[in-house]
Nanobody, 124 residues
Framework: QVQLVESGGGLVQAGGSLRLSCSASGRVSSVYAMGWFRQAPGKEREFVATISWSGASTYYADSVKGRFTISNFNAKNTAYLQMRSLKPEDTAVYYC?????????????????WGQGTQVTVSS
């Protein structure tokens, strides 16, 4: 089992920045990739970004490309999502997820472990 805990959410004005952290514990050696997803009220959970545990591969949703950066710090078993130029439409609960099978993925159902989520609210 892998446990994930997110932190760093909050309220920010449009144009501002936040950095989310995801701390992993347990069988971290089984993790192949980490991902960030988000879910706004009344909407389905959507892909934001993913990174292989080695850090060699990263992918982003078109809506955040150029504004968000995903990274990880293997020695601390932590993944990050740096968010810049935030927009009101970025408002959502952000979830960290871990995938134990090989390959990165954009698909919610392919991730095995999930954090509880952290709220990000961007005011206009």
């Amino acid at each position: 089992q892998v446990q994930l805990v997110e932190s760093g959410g909050g309220l920010v004005q449009a144009g501002g920045s936040l950095r989310l952290s995801c701390s992993a514990s347990g069988r971290v050696s089984s993790v192949y990739a980490m991902g960030w997803f988000r879910q706004a009220p009344g909407k389905e959970r959507e892909f934001v970004a993913t990174i292989s545990w080695s850090g060699a591969s990263t992918y982003y949703a078109d809506s955040v490309k150029g504004r968000f950066t995903i990274s990880n710090f293997n020695a601390k078993n932590t993944a990050y999502l740096q968010m810049r130029s935030l927009k009101p439409e970025d408002t959502a609960v952000y979830y960290c997820a871990a995938k134990s099978s090989s390959g990165v993925s954009f698909v919610v159902g392919e991730y095995d472990y999930w954090g509880q989520g952290t709220q990000v609210t961007v005011s206009s």
